[in-house]
């Protein structure tokens, strides 16, 4: 490949955020979990700048011409902002070669710090945009399992849920690694979003449960059963759109979070006000700790639930779910 001399000059792709509907955690330990795209996404164009040079621009994260030789990508200091970035570049290289430097800009639909998959997002539009800026025919699998890797050289740990919702989009019944993914035909999430005012620190997260999993195996392991479980069954819920169900599903799996120690007294007080005005079940979104929380309610009560989760605090966020994967936009 890198012999081979690349036609496109520029690339221009985007791929969507993510909410996690069920299965937290313990889709880190080989469970399922089914993870929903959201149509807020963030956008990569990626170019040749004809020097043997990584510059970065992502003015939304604060990024302003960021520069890294390419013989030295993935080493020395890195800000957190593109290294998610620039360890993906490495290990396109790796396997492809890189004939030049690359410029490669970003921008987001939505802000970092809503828990909405956004690392996950710029990692899959990035690796999209490399193989079409170099014309190597990547399959999703193969795009996901590059993808993957850099997300583990960055963090370590991890499931990869966040990078199949920005891949293939739509809602995803996911294994660990892509063992499994399997689209949901789903029409319509009738659910409310709220931000609970804190950025999570994935990473930390689930490294703070791995430690609780050490020192109670046997608690943590039969939590992760009942989560797994509780995903099968909200995998035929969500299918036969039996609403009540997933939202008595979504506050089991709340209770076994709050177990797992990474829920939060903000993240509970908007559970319960959301069950208050009239959803039929809410839970967290993501790795706990802050971020996100989703409501499942009826259609007609969806203006009542956010007005009472604004009151305790919440941010509503307008979203979507069920979006369409990485797009590539033919420059």
Not at 76 to 105: H, T
Not at 304 to 310: E, F, W
């Amino acid at each position: 490949m890198s012999s081979k001399t690349a036609q496109r000059q520029q690339v221009t792709t985007s791929s969507p955020g993510k909410l996690i509907l069920f299965g937290e955690h313990a889709v880190v330990y080989g469970g399922p979990c089914i993870v929903t795209a959201v149509e807020q996404r963030v956008h990569v164009t990626a170019q040749f700048n004809g020097v043997g040079t990584l510059i970065v621009n992502a003015p939304q994260m604060g990024i302003k011409n960021y520069r890294k030789e390419l013989e030295y990508l993935g080493s020395q200091e890195m800000p957190k902002q593109v290294s998610f970035i620039e360890a993906l570049v490495k290990r396109f290289a790796q396997k492809y070669g890189l004939a030049q430097g690359l410029d490669i800009q970003t921008k987001s639909d939505f802000s970092h710090t809503f828990g909405f998959g956004s690392s996950s997002a710029v990692t899959v539009a990035t690796v999209k945009a490399l193989s079409e800026l170099y014309q190597v025919s990547l399959s999703d699998k193969e795009l996901f399992d590059l993808a993957y890797r850099a997300v583990l050289d960055i963090q370590g740990v991890g499931s990869g849920f966040d990078l199949a919702a920005a891949l293939w989009g739509g809602t995803t019944y996911f294994v660990r690694g892509a063992k499994k993914v399997q689209p949901l035909a789903i029409s319509h999430l009738p659910v409310v979003v709220a931000y609970s005012g804190v950025k999570a620190d994935t990473p930390t997260l689930v490294r703070q449960v791995a430690e609780l999993k050490r020192r109670r195996p046997q608690v943590v392991n039969s939590i992760f059963s009942k989560i797994s479980q509780l995903v099968e069954d909200g995998k035929k819920a969500l299918q036969k759109q039996r609403w009540f169900q997933v939202g008595e599903l979504m506050l089991e799996n709340q209770k076994l979070l709050e177990k797992l120690e990474v829920s939060t007294l903000k993240l509970e007080k908007l559970v319960q006000a959301a069950v208050a005005a009239g959803a039929y079940g809410a839970k967290l979104s993501g790795a706990g700790g802050g971020d996100c929380m989703v409501a499942v309610c009826p259609p007609a009560r969806k203006h009542l639930v956010a007005r009472s989760l604004a009151k305790a605090g919440g941010t509503i966020m307008e979203v979507k779910l069920n979006a369409k994967g990485v797009l590539c936009q033919k420059n």
